[in-house]
Structures are given as structure tokens and as C-alpha cells.
């Protein structure tokens, strides 16, 4: 009972800001104001069809997110299937590096890529962007996969070996179809966070582009508007349901840390 | 399930792993994911040059300016390392009441179904993984003056009682009221609600592990011999996980140094942390990046002396 009522708090306490943040985005004035005066959707339109800095912006995140993503999970497949394999410390010192930039603080990261980019003159380029993006989320598709690669069945492993599977064959036929939930994962895991990520895209874009965060970042100067209100929906709903989906068709449990063991009670 | 799967090496075949790849791939790893943080620590004993450039050099000025002033010897200036006291001063207290409110409510996802479990999950990624931009931009709505918990209070007569019970000073204070009316912003206050609020998904998703884990009979046993729950979670669950409540504790510790944007909006100038000072630096108005990277390197120190911490918990486990 008491248990039910703490999280029912805790909900509150997370969904308080959220539902806020949303219903500031009906203002029909320039101020967020809580409840909404005038409630109107014309925001929306003007998120979408109004100033073209928005769709720029949009367009950025989207770039960003979904090109880091990708190359983060195509550079965490090797070092997880090493770490897995052999274990060695060859393996073992790539995966801690790997993980280095997303459990620091982001903003010493920021200021160091900022420093790197600079010198092959690459700062303010999308390219860096995405770049610097997959490094600092390495770390998940890298947890995900090595989580997916400890769940395979060994039997399943020596039963492809007696039937005289070489590696190719057991990776295409066991390894890669078993952890296809997990990369997936990692890949969605690594594509939401990009997408709200903002200090470390801050100091690489150095002003040559802006993603949505930033360009709400940007504009705070004359206070959080009910336009900016509107991506935050946008941003919120891409969250959710990527992570609804994740819940719904892969092991979020399992891929959390929960025993496996007890998978099914 | 066996253990020893885990362990030992699986019987199949290696897939070939061709040497150039290999070194590829580690190339490229040291590139994005070392270098950075080895050219901050270079660039920290770099030097300044006018107009906003910086040269190669080997000075320790940098941190002499950060630990003893600017005009150090003939004066001592603490700005800095009292920058770094607020830091980790937000960031311990915020990770503090973070655990605080995360570990009952971890506990209670555990006790529920799998499936109610996987929603429960998915609900807290969604929030976890929200920008610090659109939570701050939520917290500043529901703190402001004119539509917020203030003008809730106000209209409630909490504010009224507050004044007519003699607690305004305090709250001024506290930077929670001016004179006539609560206002929240800027305060530590609104500063630690949000950091608060930033880290406590990762909270959840750092204790669910441990105690999903926890084998149900222990409880189940102290309960049958008479223990009231209060006392079941006091002997035996918070025992069996203090390790990992620890190496948390120093997670969103670590999360928290780098806080930013709740900083600048929710705290008063002159309790701002190292973050802002950093971006002050690098990007901002003093433009002295060898400087910048010494604040760096002091928040980096800061950070990996608590994650050596944490993994040193995790170790003894």
C-alpha cells in the first residue's frame, strides 16, 4: 500500500514538469504561462511552417542523431564481441576507453573536442557533430550488445560446433539473430540521448549549426517561449515511444540488470 | 543459467580478426574518446595570448590563478575553488535526495510484475533521457512568480500563514521570498530540485539491478520471524546493498559535476559552480582557453577520484 503510494508520488514527480512543459505550449501568448491562456495549436504550425530556424534545427538533431547512433553501434559491435570472446586486455582497455567520455562530465568532453576538432579544422561541421556524438555515446550500444552476447545460450554455441558450424556460419545463424534485440536497443538508446544531448554539441558546433537544444539554449536570453515548449513535445514523444517500443518487443528488464533467471515469474 | 558461462570462454570458433582492423578500431577509439580529455590536460599548462588565442607551454600558472587568485602573491583570491565548493556541494546533495527518493521507488518497480516492471522501465528512460533543457524549461514554469507553485501558494494563503507565522525572514534568506512575496528563482533551492530531478531516473535504473537481484526469501524469512517491513528494509535489504548504493551515490555525483543549464538559470551569480566558469572561459566572455582546460582538469580530478571510488566499492562487492 505504502509502496503503491511512493510511486504514485514519484510519477508525479516526474510528469509534473513534463505535463507542464506541454500544456505551456497552447499559450496563445508570447509567455509560458501554466495553465494556458487562450489555448491555441498555432505554435505547432509555427514550430513546423514559421521561422525556418526551427525545421534547420530539427533537421540537425535528426542528422546527428540517427548518423552518431549508427556509427556508434557499428564501432560497439567489434569491441563487444572481443570483450566477450577473449576477454583479453587488449579488449578489456578498448571498452573502458570507450565508455570514458559518457560517465565524465560532458562538459570537460565538450571543451576537449572542441580543442580536437579545432585543430583538424573541423569545428562547427555536421561531420563533427556526429562524430563527437558517437564517441560519447559509445557506452551504450557497447553495454547493450555485451548484455545480448552474455544472454546466448551456450548450448545453442556447442551445438553449432558439433554440427560442424565454423565461425562464420554459428555468428550468421546464432550469435548475430540472438542479439538483434540488443543492438537495436543500443542503437535507439544511443539515437534518444544524441537527440537531447546539448553541452558537448555546444562547444562542437562552435555557432556553425544547432540543433533543437541548442537553438532553445540559444534563444533563452528572451526567456523559454511557447514554440520552444512545442519541440519539447516533439522530443518527448520520440522518447516515449522509443522507449515503449524497446519495453514492448525487447527485454528492458533483462537489458536493465534484472536477473534473468527469475525472467519468468 | 549457468555460472560458468559467464566465466569461461564460449567452444565455438573466433571469427577472424583481421590485425588492421583492429588497430583501426583502436585508432579511432583513442582518437575520439582519449584524445580529448589528454589535449584539455595539455592545454592546461598552455598559456594565454591577447585576443583570445593560446600557445603551447609548460605553466603551472593556470592552476596557481585557480587555487590562489589572480593576483596571487601579493593577494589571495579563493573565487575558484569556492566555485568548486558549490559544485560538488549541489552535486552531493542533490545525488543525496535523488537516492533518497529513487531507492523506495526502485524497490517498489521490483516488487511488481515483469511486464508492469518493463513499463515501469520504459517510463523512467523516457523521463532519463529527457534534455536538461526541456527539464529546466518545465521547472522554471512551475517555480515562476506569476503561474507557478508561488502564485499556487499565494492563492492557497500558504504564503500569507508563512508571513504571519514569522518564516519570512528565513525564506529570504534563503533566497525562497523577497519581501512581500515566495519567489523560487533564483535559489539553491530551484538549483537542487532540478538537479535533483535530472538525476533520479539514472538513480532507479542504477539500484534496479541490485535489488532485483536480492533474493525475495531473505525478506520473506525476516518477515516471518515478526519483523515489521520498516526493520526488514533497515537488517537485511539495505545491508545487502549498500555496496551498489554507494557506487550510485558517486555516479550521479559524477553526472551532477557536469550539470549546466539548470546552473545558469536556477542559481544566483555568486553561488554559480565550475561549469559556468568553464564555459566562461572556453567559449564565453574571458576567453582564456588554457585556463578553461585547468578548471577542466580540476573538475575531471574531482570526478575521477569518485568514480575510482565507486569502482573500488564495486570491487569489494
Not at chain 2, 17 to 39: E, Q
Not at chain 2, 239 to 263: C, Q
Amino acid at each position: 500500500m505504502m509502496a503503491r503510494a511512493w510511486l504514485a508520488f514519484c510519477a508525479l514527480f516526474i510528469a509534473a514538469p513534463i505535463v507542464v512543459v506541454c500544456a505551456a505550449a497552447l499559450n496563445g501568448g508570447r509567455s509560458m504561462l501554466f495553465p494556458p491562456q487562450d489555448p491555441t495549436l498555432a505554435r505547432f504550425g509555427e514550430f513546423f511552417a514559421g521561422d525556418p530556424v526551427w525545421r534547420t534545427s530539427l533537421e540537425a538533431s535528426v542528422v546527428i542523431a540517427l548518423g552518431s547512433a549508427a556509427l556508434a553501434t557499428l564501432a560497439a559491435w567489434p569491441i563487444a564481441y572481443g570483450l566477450w570472446r577473449s576477454g583479453d586486455r587488449w579488449s578489456r582497455a578498448l571498452a573502458g576507453l570507450g565508455g570514458l567520455p559518457f560517465i565524465l562530465p560532458p562538459i570537460v568532453f565538450g571543451v576537449g573536442l572542441g580543442f580536437l576538432w579545432s585543430f583538424f579544422g573541423a569545428l562547427g561541421s555536421m561531420a563533427a557533430g556526429v562524430l563527437s556524438h558517437a564517441a560519447l555515446f559509445l557506452a551504450l550500444p557497447l553495454a547493450t550488445i555485451s548484455v545480448g552476447l552474455q544472454a546466448i545460450d551456450r548450448a545453442h554455441l556447442d551445438a553449432a560446433a558439433t554440427m560442424g558450424a565454423d565461425a562464420r556460419a554459428t555468428f550468421r545463424t546464432v550469435i548475430l539473430p540472438q542479439t538483434i534485440p540488443y543492438t537495436v536497443s543500443g542503437f535507439f538508446f544511443a539515437m534518444v540521448l544524441s537527440f537531447n544531448e546539448f553541452i558537448v554539441m555546444f562547444f562542437v558546433s562552435a555557432s556553425g549549426f544547432a540543433t533543437v537544444t541548442l537553438q532553445i539554449f540559444n534563444s533563452l536570453r528572451n526567456g523559454f517561449t511557447p514554440t520552444m515548449a512545442v519541440a519539447a513535445i516533439l522530443f518527448i514523444a520520440v522518447s516515449g515511444l522509443t522507449f515503449a517500443a524497446i519495453a514492448r518487443w525487447g527485454d528492458l528488464p533483462r537489458l536493465m540488470g534484472a536477473d534473468p533467471a527469475r525472467a519468468d515469474d | 543459467m549457468s555460472v560458468a558461462a559467464a566465466e569461461a570462454p564460449p567452444a565455438a570458433a573466433a571469427l577472424p580478426a583481421p590485425r588492421w582492423g583492429r588497430l583501426a578500431l583502436t585508432g579511432l577509439v583513442a582518437l575520439l574518446c582519449a584524445a580529448p580529455f589528454l589535449l584539455v590536460l595539455v592545454i592546461s599548462f598552455g598559456e594565454k595570448v591577447e585576443g583570445g588565442s593560446w600557445t603551447w607551454g609548460l605553466t603551472l600558472a593556470n592552476y596557481e590563478r585557480f587555487f590562489l587568485g589572480h593576483d596571487w602573491p601579493n593577494a589571495l583570491s579563493l573565487v575558484y575553488p569556492q566555485r568548486l565548493w558549490f559544485s560538488v556541494w549541489y552535486a552531493a546533495l542533490g545525488a543525496a535526495f535523488a537516492l533518497a527518493l529513487a531507492f523506495p521507488c526502485a524497490w517498489a518497480i521490483t516488487r511488481r510484475s515483469r511486464r508492469t516492471q518493463a513499463a515501469w522501465l520504459a517510463f523512467i528512460l523516457a523521463s532519463l533521457s529527457l534534455s536538461e533543457v526541456f527539464v529546466v524549461m518545465g521547472w522554471d514554469v512551475l517555480l515562476s512568480r506569476n503561474s507557478g507553485l508561488p502564485a499556487w501558494l499565494k492563492a492557497l494563503g500558504v504564503t500569507d500563514m508563512l508571513k504571519d507565522g514569522g518564516w519570512f525572514p528565513l525564506l529570504i534568506e534563503w533566497d525562497l521570498a523577497n519581501p512581500r512575496d515566495l519567489k523560487f528563482k533564483t535559489s539553491g533551492f530551484a538549483t537542487l530540485l532540478a538537479m535533483t530531478y535530472i538525476v533520479f531516473p539514472y538513480a532507479v535504473i542504477l539500484l534496479y539491478p541490485p535489488l532485483s537481484r536480492l533474493d525475495p526469501s531473505l525478506a520473506e524469512a525476516a518477515r516471518t520471524m515478526g519483523a515489521r517491513p520498516w526493520k526488514v528494509m533497515r537488517t537485511v535489504v539495505l545491508p545487502a546493498v549498500r555496496l551498489p548504493l554507494i557506487g550510485s551515490a558517486l555516479l550521479l555525483f559524477v553526472y551532477l559535476l557536469g550539470a549546466y543549464v539548470a546552473v545558469t538559470v536556477f542559481t544566483p551569480p555568486e553561488k554559480q559552480t565550475l561549469t559556468v566558469t568553464i564555459y566562461d572561459a572556453v567559449r564565453g566572455q574571458t576567453l582564456d582557453a588554457p585556463f578553461g582546460a585547468a578548471q577542466s582538469v580540476v573538475l575531471l580530478a574531482t570526478a575521477g577520484l569518485c568514480l575510482w571510488a565507486a569502482a573500488r566499492a564495486g570491487v569489494r562487492r
